[in-house]
């Protein structure tokens, strides 16, 4: 198969790269020639406990020769174990299963909309952040402040406005009876892993509660772990109304959650469904997944991993003040800013290390999180190299 077939036949959607992969393993993918990369975006932030794990393997196996799926016209017993760990993980509620972060944070949206309207025709505003990013439908694409990805697709959902992140005057002067809910990411990760500042967040709860609306976390990308805690907003002192989950939840098994407070999960029979939201299959998976990542020793190991990985950057940026401008981020999620994102990723390419780049001017690292210090030495010494010996003589 060569790009040429390929687009043929699948939609344009992405600007794909002429590689095609057989197996994995671990933190390493094998391509059509049995070559090995580093997969240092996990698949952006989905394979968390790394390609082929053995012990979800062995879970995905034992499942599918039970039973996929029936719908959720019926009983399906790990949907219940899945939701009551998450419970237990977060804070008492009701989860909402689905098939993707798009599809969870279109499900807290109408349930802000539903929340709102309890009360007041007019409770129907949301605010968002700008520089965020919630996905692709057309509502979680109106909560994406970011123009970029909405330009072509207008008109867009009515009632949903941008602040700036960490402006606590802004948001002070935006919020008032009428808002119905506020979306935001801890730390965003399509923005450039940008985390938010503390007081920031806090205000938001504080304004939430006063205002009697809806405090929603966008969890997709930093949940399940990621930044050393099994949820990202536990960094902050907070606990908000709503949490949206993905991505690394399923390990690679599409899965999408939505979980909300018991006096918030307003969303009646009718209101809201999913046809694949939850089967068998999936929460089988995510049950296992929820179970190896929520253990206090497997959290504490991705700190201190990420703390070494960190570190490391932060000397190579010593080095290279004039290239590295900021190394930020918290556990295994990690932002390099830079102006030469597309050269570093261009060379680590060539070194057959995949990393993410976002916008021309951060590298995003997203390992699974059951990556080794000689798996990040590795990525260090040929990181370091290959600015020493490339982008280095470009810019003199």
């Known amino acids: 198969m060569t790009m040429n077939d390929f687009n043929e036949y699948v939609m344009g959607t992405y600007n794909r790269l002429n590689v095609s992969f057989s197996y994995g393993d671990g933190v390493y993918l094998f391509d059509s020639d049995n070559n090995r990369w580093m997969d240092m975006i996990s698949g952006i932030g989905v394979v968390n406990l790394g390609h082929s794990n053995p012990k979800i393997v062995r879970t995905l196996k034992k499942q599918a020769a039970l039973l996929w799926h029936t719908s959720n016209l019926f009983l399906i017993e790990k949907q219940y174990k899945v939701a009551k760990y998450i419970s237990e993980l977060s804070f008492k509620g009701k989860t909402f299963f689905c098939n993707s972060g798009a599809e969870a944070n279109e499900a807290a949206l109408k349930l802000a909309r539903r929340w709102g ?19 692709r439908t057309l509502g979680s694409l109106t909560l994406t402040g970011q123009q970029v990805y909405q330009q072509g697709f207008e008109p867009l959902l009515p009632g949903i406005e941008y602040i700036e992140p960490n402006n606590i005057d802004e948001l002070r002067a935006k919020f008032n009876s009428d808002v119905c809910g506020i979306f935001i990411e801890v730390i965003q990760g399509e923005g450039g892993v940008l985390p938010l500042n503390k007081d920031f967040v806090k205000e ?124 930020r981020g918290i556990g295994l999620m990690i932002g390099i800013e830079t102006d030469y994102a597309k050269n570093i990723f261009d060379i680590m390419f060539e070194n057959k290390i995949i990393v993410s780049n976002i916008k021309n001017k951060v590298i995003r690292l997203l390992p699974p999180l059951i990556i080794g210090k000689d798996d990040i030495d590795y990525f260090l010494n040929i990181f370091a190299d290959s600015i020493k010996r490339r982008v280095n003589d470009e810019i003199g």
């Open 117 to 135: 309207k309890k009360f007041s025709d007019t409770k129907n505003r949301i605010i968002s952040l700008k520089n965020s990013f919630h996905g």
């Open 204 to 327: 938001v709860r504080r304004l939430s509660g006063k205002y009697n609306a809806l405090f929603i976390v966008d969890e997709v990308q930093t949940g399940i772990g990621r930044t050393g805690k099994i949820f990202a907003y536990k960094h902050f002192g907070i606990e908000p109304d709503v949490i949206t989950l993905a991505k690394g939840l399923g390990n690679g098994i599409p899965i999408g959650v939505m979980h909300a407070k018991d006096d918030v999960a307003v969303l009646n029979p009718g209101e809201h469904a999913s046809t694949f939201g939850g089967n068998h299959l999936v929460t089988a998976v995510a049950y296992e997944v929820l179970r190896i990542v929520s253990k206090k020793a497997f959290l504490r190991r991705v700190l201190e991993i990420g703390d070494y990985f960190i570190s490391g950057l932060k000397k190579i940026q010593d080095s290279y003040p004039a290239i590295i401008k900021q190394v």
